[in-house]
């Protein structure tokens, strides 16, 4: 009398497991079936076109132009059109999720690729390795993404956050030996990190010359009250993670209250466009911060073959968007490593093939520094581990010293 009762809920419940099983299934060979019919390759992203990180929405539109170019000019990758579908988030995590379960179950995309924000990819990371499609270059540098035992189906593009933090430290340490430091940092994961890789960095100098931190939340207004209170703490080195909005609220703040510290900011928030510019030129004078990739208005480059097809490229294919905005930059190289990935695909265009070509890259992406490549393979899982350090001059970033490998 009592077995029945419970032999429907079980059976129920395992038949729901089956159902959800298939479904995974099915949504990850639905993207490679399309571009097996139709001849049409359909890759996914999300991007905070709107909301406080709206800065990083150029890269979304650069990559978007740069796909544009391959099918108008190559006829597509390997005889297939690539259709880059770029839905905003607004750097909402849940708006993030809503977005890429969209891409993922209506629009049947083969991939997602160079999504912005490390608390934007965390919230679909274990989704899309349920489904099995692929999260490739995540355009955030949180160690997350360096995971491929348990993750496989997700790889980074960028020098992780960590190892960039530990640059700084080194630096700092280097330069300012018996420096007092403070921080500002990003109340999340790709804050903890940096914070982590700065302070390995400073080594065992750490806890005697870090003498105050705060952090904010993306939804505080202003980071002013920070700002002041790390003043005030006699540092005279201030380390920043942040995005570009409120990295420029720090710098205007620094120069109002007259506080003249050794100013590291992440490359997070190292754009002339969306930062310094908005700070003001004469308040962010000399800044330090780290580079993956060429400044276009940099007279350093104004020969150089590779800025020149750049810029008759932003011409031609995205007219409306600055140029000089190192965000547009880095879309431009992003879309080389997402093209390259599927050019090494051939006619196997399938999610397994997919991971494993972008698990064996190795070329140089047009407009990253000279030394600087994108490389994977059994022991490197992501693209770019080396970075150059500059310091902000007049109106533009002064490029110093030699690149600095993390990785081989």
Sequence with gaps: ???????????????ALLAAGAAAWIAAGLGAAAAAETGEIRIGQTMPFSGVASAYGVI????????????AEQGGVNGRKVNLISLDDAYSPPKTVEQTRKLVEQ?????????????????????????????????SGASFWNQPEKYPWTIGWQIDYESEGKVYGKYVLKEK???????????????RDYIRGFKEGLGENAKKMIVAEASYQITDPTVDSQVIALRNSGADVLFTHATPKFGAQAIRKIYEIGWKPLHVLSSTTNTIAGTLKPAGFEKSQGVVSGFLIKDPGDPTWKDDPEVRDYLAFMKTYAPNLDAYDTWAVWGYTMAQGLVQTLRQAGQDVTPENIMKQARNLNFKPAMTLPGIVAKTGPNRNVPIQAMQLARFEGDRWKLSGDVIAVAE
């Excluded at 979304?60 to 099918?71: C, D, F, H, M, S």
């Excluded at 030996?177 to 804050?191: E, F, R």
Aim: glycine share 6%; proline share 7%; aromatic share 6%.
């Design 1 to 15: 009398m009592n077995a029945a009762p419970r032999t429907a809920p079980i059976m129920s419940r395992r038949r």
């Design 60 to 71: 979304g539109q650069v990559e978007g132009a740069y796909l544009r170019k391959i099918n």
């Design 107 to 139: 629009e049947n995309v083969l991939a997602v690729f160079g999504s912005v924000g490390t608390p934007t990819n965390l919230a679909v990371h274990k989704y899309l390795n349920s489904r099995k499609v692929p999260h490739l270059f995540v355009s």
């Design 177 to 191: 030996p018996d420096a007092k430091v403070a921080i500002l940092y990003q109340h999340d994961d790709s804050g």
